[in-house]
């Protein structure tokens, strides 16, 4: 049974560029959350998706945006980059009644230069 | 505002010694609680959560958290360590609301746990 599996594991942008981040969930997981991992931070909340709706946020600028697909696939948008968006983008699958028990992928490190 | 503070950057034991790794956090209501550990160029893994209950939980690989409500504190612990424990230790909240677990969680700052041979 294949984990979380994300794609690309590295990529490297410069300002202004625009990147998309993807994610597959564990197979039977139908919420998909984003975090953002910056170097010797811990992870912070972007958002969540459920039944394809974004269903909470964090603090991150509307140039964060995503998509859940029907198969509860997962895409991370970011548009005009800036060098602090650099960070490993960590995508984490679970169930609605999961309850905070998220299955975590490798993550894409992105690097903006 | 809500956040976990994990005290200790690093904390160094030698095997075979008990080890504790701290968390502390700040968040209303009743909060479910978590540890993660990230071994290096991995994801992070699920160790253990406590939602109610004993203040005790057991995890995976023998790690267990105490919960101390009055002290708003989830300390991390494992009565013998293992070389292969070093890794990276993430304190994680998730805030519950009226309609019940957010599932969002709130992560500290991470502590790097060495065990020494």
């Known amino acids: 049974d294949a984990g979380v599996t994300q794609s690309p594991t590295h990529l490297i942008k410069t300002r202004g560029q625009q990147v998309t981040l993807r994610c597959s969930p564990k197979s039977g997981h139908d919420t998909v959350s984003w975090y953002q991992q910056a170097l010797g931070q811990g992870p912070q909340f972007i958002f969540q998706y459920y039944e394809e709706e974004e269903r909470q946020r964090g603090n991150f600028p509307d140039r964060f945006s995503g998509h859940q697909f029907p198969n509860y696939s997962s895409e991370l948008n970011v548009n005009a980059l800036l060098l602090g968006d650099s960070a490993l983008y960590l995508c984490a699958s679970s169930t609605e009644l999961a309850a905070g028990e998220l299955f975590f992928g490798e993550g894409s490190r992105l690097t903006v230069l | 505002a809500q956040s976990v503070a994990q005290p200790e950057d690093q904390v160094n034991v030698a095997e075979g010694n008990p080890l504790t790794v701290k968390c502390t956090y700040s968040?209303?209501?009743?909060?479910?609680l978590f540890w993660y550990v990230q071994y290096p160029n991995r994801g992070l893994q699920f160790l253990l959560k406590?939602?109610?209950?004993?203040?005790l939980v057991k995890g995976s690989y023998g790690f267990e958290a105490e919960f101390n409500k009055s002290q708003t504190s989830f300390h991390l612990k494992k009565p013998s360590a293992l070389v292969s424990d070093s890794a990276l230790y993430f304190c994680a909240v998730s805030p519950t609301l009226a309609g019940g677990n957010t599932g969002k969680l709130i992560f500290g700052q991470g502590t790097t746990l060495q065990v020494k041979p």
């Open positions: 406590y939602i109610t209950g004993d203040n």
């Open positions: 968040v209303s209501g009743n909060p479910y």
